[in-house]
Nanobody
């Protein structure tokens, strides 16, 4: 089992920055890729950014050039710059295990972008 705990959410003005953190514990050696998803009110959960164990990254078009995902040991981070009101959502940390196609989820952290 893997446990994921997010932190770093909060209220920020448009144009501001936030850094989300996700700490993984348990059988972290089994995780192949980690990612951040988000879910805005009334919308489906969507992929924001992902990073493999080898360091390859991919981003949603809506956040390219503004968000950066990074990974260190058993933690993954999301640096969010130039935030927009449409970035408002609950952000979830995800850990994916290729063997068995298992996904682990954190409980989420709320990011609100508003003046």
């Amino acid at each position: 089992q893997v446990q994921l705990v997010e932190s770093g959410g909060g209220l920020v003005q448009p144009g501001g920055s936030l850094r989300l953190s996700c700490a993984a514990s348990g059988s972290v050696f089994s995780i192949n890729a980690m990612a951040w998803y988000r879910q805005a009110p009334g919308k489906e959960r969507e992929l924001v950014a992902a990073i493999t164990s080898g360091g390859r990254t991919n981003y949603a078009d809506s956040v390219k050039g503004r968000f950066t995902i990074s990974r260190h040991s058993a933690a993954v981070y999301l640096q969010m710059n130039s935030l927009k009101p449409e970035d408002t959502a609950v952000y979830y940390c995800n850990g994916h295990r290729d063997w068995g196609a298992i996904d682990y989820w954190g409980k989420g952290t709320l990011v609100t972008v508003s003046s």
